[in-house]
């Protein structure tokens, strides 16, 4: 199971600061926490594992974090922290800097260097994701990242916002995804983090050919990903939109083994495949579906639907489990 939720509700109120220092001790980093609300810390922790690299999102209320020299000795699993903040204010210092974030902000920490950390969450919301990933899988030195510690990076806009548009969509699609898709999601997810990096320190010079190839792939990912619903969503949009060239587009799809057009159709039909196995979607008629995901012609959408997995999308839709199992195509992510 890819996805683990957890709450300090389940136990009383007296032990529930306790409880959630147990839990983000395993989860995350073992630390010195302290709370004005200890007495009934109401918390909750989802993680979405994706091997090596971790999502989380994260609910509580006052929360001081201390990270020491000693705990470092006795625990570090070398990794870099990637806070995503939601709401509330939030205060960070490390490497020397000392800095404040606000909502839609996002800032790196290295669990090899002594920080300390305030926040003053939002109550009933989450209060920030965490990308955890170690130090090794980002292909930048740790002499270049040492400079973008506890600097804010804004989530609002560019990149950033691209990169916490890809984090929030992870969370809230968290209980969809399989096994099969760890690749996936952790490729784009690590690729999009280079990319933001590199940006914020004007180093994307830094990047290796490949890793820039991966980091201009993920950003178009990205961007196809927010944008399957528009009819207008062409292979000459997303060129431009890159400010590369049509040519330079396919040439980059070619690689995998596909063509923009195709891609962007097959992307299309896997959204509508999963819409129309969602037994909560079933009162959804087949148009809207197809319509949601930039098919704006039911009789073409129903031909391209039958081409790709060899039933027509009424009939997909009425299927049990037991008979997609048989089929060889699956019927759900």
């Given at each position: 199971m890819l996805v683990t939720d957890f709450s300090t509700e389940v136990v009383a109120a007296p032990e529930r600061f306790a409880l959630f220092e147990e839990v983000a001790a395993g989860s995350h980093l073992r630390n010195r926490l302290r709370?004005?609300?200890?007495?009934?810390?109401?918390?909750?922790?989802?993680?979405?594992?994706?091997?090596?690299?971790?999502?989380?999102?994260?609910?509580?209320?006052?929360?001081?974090i201390t990270r020491t020299a000693k705990t470092i000795r006795q625990s570090d699993p070398e990794v870099y922290m990637v806070n995503y903040i939601f709401g509330g204010g939030a205060?960070?210092?490390?490497?020397?800097?000392?800095?404040?974030?606000?909502?839609?902000?996002l800032m790196v920490l290295d669990s090899s260097r002594p920080f300390d950390a305030h926040r003053h969450a939002v109550r009933?919301?989450?209060?920030?994701?965490?990308?955890?990933?170690?130090?090794?899988?980002?292909?930048?030195?740790?002499?270049?990242?040492?400079?973008?510690?506890a600097v804010p990076?804004?989530?609002?806009?560019?990149?950033?916002?691209?990169?916490?548009r890809w984090l929030a969509d992870l969370d809230a699609r968290a209980e969809e995804f399989t096994p099969a898709d760890i690749p996936t999601l952790a490729?784009?997810?690590?690729?999009?983090?280079?990319?933001v990096v590199a940006r914020c320190l004007e180093a994307e010079e830094a990047l290796n050919p490949e890793a820039r190839r991966s980091a201009l792939r993920a950003r178009i990912n990205a961007y196809v990903e927010q944008r399957l619903g528009d009819p207008a969503l062409t292979p000459r949009t997303i060129a431009d939109a890159h400010h590369i060239s049509l040519r330079h587009l396919q040439q980059l799809l070619a690689e995998d083994g596909t063509s923009p057009a195709a891609w962007i159709r097959h992307r299309r039909l896997e959204r509508c495949r999963h819409d129309l196995a969602d037994?909560?979607?079933?009162?959804?008629?087949?148009?809207?579906?197809?319509?949601?995901?930039?098919?704006?012609?039911?009789?073409?959408?129903?031909?391209?639907?039958?081409?790709?997995?060899?039933?027509?999308?009424?009939?997909?839709?009425?299927?049990?489990?037991?008979?997609?199992?048989?089929?060889?195509?699956?019927?759900?992510?």
């Open positions: 709370s004005d609300d200890r007495e009934d810390f109401r918390a909750r922790v989802r993680v979405l594992d994706l091997g090596e690299l971790q999502v989380s999102a994260l609910s509580f209320p006052h929360l001081e205060g960070f210092a490390q490497a020397g800097k000392d800095t404040t974030l606000r909502a839609g902000d009933e919301s989450w209060s920030q994701l965490t990308v955890q990933l170690p130090h090794t899988l980002l292909p930048l030195p740790e002499k270049t990242m040492r400079g973008l510690l990076i804004s989530g609002r806009g560019g990149m950033g916002g691209v990169f916490a490729s784009v997810t690590l690729d999009l983090l280079t990319a037994p909560r979607l079933s009162a959804r008629p087949v148009q809207a579906v197809a319509e949601r995901w930039g098919f704006v012609n039911l009789a073409h959408f129903s031909r391209l639907f039958r081409d790709a997995y060899g039933i027509p999308p009424r009939d997909y839709r009425t299927l049990s489990p037991k008979t997609c199992a048989n089929r060889q195509q699956p019927c759900a992510d």
